[in-house]
T-cell receptor
Framework: GAGVSQSPRYKVTKRGQDVALRCDPI?????LYWYRQALGQGPEFLTY????????KSGLPNDRFSAERPEGSISTLTIQRTEQRDSAMYRC?????????????FGPGTRLTVL | DQQVKQNSPSLSVQEGRISILNCDYT??????FLWYKKYPAEGPTFLIS?????DKNEDGRFTVFLNKSAKHLSLHIVPSQPGDSAVYFC?????????????FGKGTKLTVNP
């Protein structure tokens, strides 16, 4: 596709359930990033991958959050045993490896609501 | 602690005038700075960037200025147009060779009045 796509666009779940959020980056982009954005805030870094390798997961809030990118393309962010405080917009971005031009291209996001 | 700060939550200007959006940062290891624009119900869109080796970068109506000693950058939009109305996020990354994550400010909502 032409841009970063994310699915689902909206997810409502009950507290305690597991959710999986998917990101399909721009074709050929090596780097893939996950951010979380609360209302009235900027995106907050969670984790990122170069190819299939997770380079930095320092932003994951706790061990209920995990991410994978097994084939270096599509990525899944999984939240286990969801809690109401996990409700937010989850954004995915991708970029190429040209460090001088580290523009990250964002997808439309997945709005997660935990009841 | 917030490493990237946008202290003005909102800004309103008249069409044709200059819009100046400000951003301050605290981490002296940041070496690359970006501005993103966000319309409602869409993801942030890259607008313009600047490396720490420069103090100015210009792209059409958009110019970003960087003052490293003051740890301050600003985005100038001249002339402002109603279509520029959006939320603008300042972001920073670095040091080069480290994590590629972006650290964002809270955003400034710009309204350009016709």
């Amino acid at each position: 596709g032409a841009g970063v796509s994310q699915s689902p666009r909206y997810k409502v779940t009950k507290r305690g359930q597991d959710v999986a959020l998917r990101c399909d980056p721009i074709s050929g982009h090596v780097s893939l990033y996950w951010y979380r954005q609360a209302l009235g805030q900027g995106p907050e870094f969670l984790t990122y991958f170069n190819y299939e390798a997770q380079q930095d997961k320092s932003g994951l809030p706790n061990d209920r959050f995990s991410a994978e990118r097994p084939e270096g393309s599509i990525s899944t962010l999984t939240i286990q045993r969801t809690e109401q405080r996990d409700s937010a917009m989850y954004r995915c971005a991708s970029s190429d490896l040209d460090r001088e031009h580290n523009e990250q291209f964002f997808g439309p996001g997945t709005r997660l609501t935990v009841l | 602690d917030q490493q990237v700060k946008q202290n003005s939550p909102s800004l309103s200007v008249q069409e044709g005038r200059i819009s100046i959006l400000n951003c301050d940062y605290t981490n002296s290891m940041f070496d690359y700075f970006l501005w993103y624009k966000k319309y409602p119900a869409e993801g942030p869109t890259f607008l313009i960037s600047i490396s720490s080796i420069k103090d100015k970068n210009e792209d059409g109506r958009f110019t970003v200025f960087l003052n490293k000693s003051a740890k301050h950058l600003s985005l100038h939009i001249v002339p402002s147009q109603p279509g520029d109305s959006a939320v603008y996020f300042c972001a920073a990354s670095g040091p080069q060779g480290g994590s590629e994550k972006l650290v964002f400010g809270k955003g400034t909502k710009l309204t350009v009045n016709p």
